[in-house]
């Protein structure tokens, strides 16, 4: 499995990357727009993968060639304005208006979104489970009152969706996800902007492709795509690579983002790059 997964690594492509919402984060040169860049693309990364390029793509076209820039003269109400059409799945403009004033405060009070996440980031913890239940918990806790005219977010925004937990059995995948873009070494896919977390903390982004996927090839028994899978997930992984266990994440993503993975259409199976060891070919 071993020799299968890391051949599988080997034949991650700039086409798979052009498929991804990681790609925009990729045009930038300044390590502080490209890590704002990050957290938005990752924050709106549910859906098709269409969808959501085309939603980065919209955001990033406001933002301009420095996103920095741009977030350090953010205006909420302007930006409530701005985005006023502004529409993914069911984050409105409210929501990305408070996602951009969310940040602007991040790195107001840090210097850096890295800066903002390594206040509750603890380097002898085995994984990054406590450090993302802290961060989400001071990213909602801080003051939106000048987006929603009260310091507490009203119970009607979808905003907190973009921030979940850990503790509240949540797979986090976003959040995984911007942690693996910005954490793991630069290889032509990931970024390796932050060089304080190690890749070894890191938790594998489950979504519906890894967690069918991963299920096939015997790295979990769980049903329930949540933090325990993520969790079991990534412990089988290390058994492959203990010092980077998600470097495989993003081609086994990718055999269902772009090349057509479903576990239905079992005619493209004969040409997959893991039938060798996948229960749907196996078995």
Known sequence: MRSVLDSLYASRSSQHLHNDPLSLCHRYSDPRDCEIVAVIASSFAYGAVGVILRTVETICAELG??????????????????????????NDGRDLAALLWGIRQMIEQSGSIQAFFLRGYNCSDQDVESALNC?????????????FLQHDIPADSRFPFLFPAPRSGSACKRLCMLLRWLVRPADDIDLGLWNTITPAQLIIPVDTHISRICRYLGLTGRSTADWRMAQEITAALRHFDPADPVKYDFALAHLGISDGCDGKAVDRCTYCSIASICAQTTR
């Open 135 to 147: 961060y989400s918990a001071a990213v909602l806790s801080l003051d939106y009152s000048a987006l």
């Open 65 to 90: 060639p420095s996103p920095r820039k741009y977030i350090e003269r953010l205006n909420p109400a302007a930006a409530v304005r701005t985005f006023s059409r502004f529409k993914h799945r069911f």
